[in-house]
């Protein structure tokens, strides 16, 4: 377990097209750095892996649903469905080279080993907001991880994907009656407003307790079908 006084190890520093990525140990958790910005590690992952039962458990019982996760990250949410039958085609989006790195051959690996090797599984190394802009795939589910949350991004360009045009852009690679479901560390009842006056309905946010501080939460959306 971590203590104050320990020192984070660097593992890995990559500059990247958003900036420096750092990959470090502190105790015994991984965590990853972006342009000096504490992102994430390996410390819990409920909220992450929740994020994924929120959408299938939103699709009510589709068969062999196909998901899109927005973000590697330290692969909780890749595991988590990896790990769950009920699903069928699982792509991962990231953007960064570094972190898909670590988890093929680095210290990540030991939390993405198994989901990778899995026949499912396509990650493909892009930026999500050009992604879905652009895809001509659609999919069952939408799980998106890739900010601190809708008014708190990680770079600037990440804010259209919260905007009219980008939520326009998840209803298209959506199929009718498809999930929108996004990672944030608080609530934003603004960005519900923005959901359904993008069209979606059933919004709701939902709540998930953490070991330490406000509870993350989960905004959810069903694009009408």
């Known amino acids: ?30 965590q990853i ?11 819990d992952g409920r909220s992450e892996r929740r994020l994924v039962d929120a959408a299938l458990d939103a699709l009510g019982g589709h068969g062999r649903p196909s998901v899109l996760i927005g973000g590697l990250g330290v692969g909780f949410s890749l595991a988590h469905a990896a790990d769950d039958p009920r699903w069928g085609r699982i792509t991962v989006v990231e953007r960064e080279r570094a972190i898909v790195d670590w988890h093929r051959a680095g210290p990540l690996s030991a939390l993405s080993a198994r989901a990778l090797a899995d026949p499912r599984t396509d990650i ?10 652009e895809t001509c795939d659609t999919f069952d589910a939408l799980c ?9 991004t990680v770079t600037e360009g990440n804010g259209g994907l919260y905007s009219e045009a980008g939520l326009a852009s998840c209803a298209r690679v959506l199929r009718p009656g498809g999930v929108l479901a996004v990672w944030s560390a608080q609530p934003s ?4 407003g923005s959901l359904r006056n993008a069209g979606f309905q059933r919004v709701r946010t939902e709540e998930i307790p953490v070991a330490r501080g406000v509870p993350d939460v989960v905004h959810l959306a069903v694009r009408p079908g």
């Open 33 to 43: 750095i972006a342009n000096g910005c504490f992102l994430m590690d390996t410390s």
């Open 144 to 152: 998106l991880d890739i900010d601190n949350g809708p008014g708190w």
């Open 124 to 133: 493909v190394e892009t930026d999500l907001v050009a992604f879905v802009n």
């Open 1 to 30: 377990m971590s203590t104050s006084y320990d020192i984070p190890q660097i593992l890995d520093r990559r500059e990247g097209p958003h900036g420096e990525v750092v990959l470090r140990r502190h105790g015994e958790l991984l």
């Open 189 to 192: 009842p603004e960005f519900e």
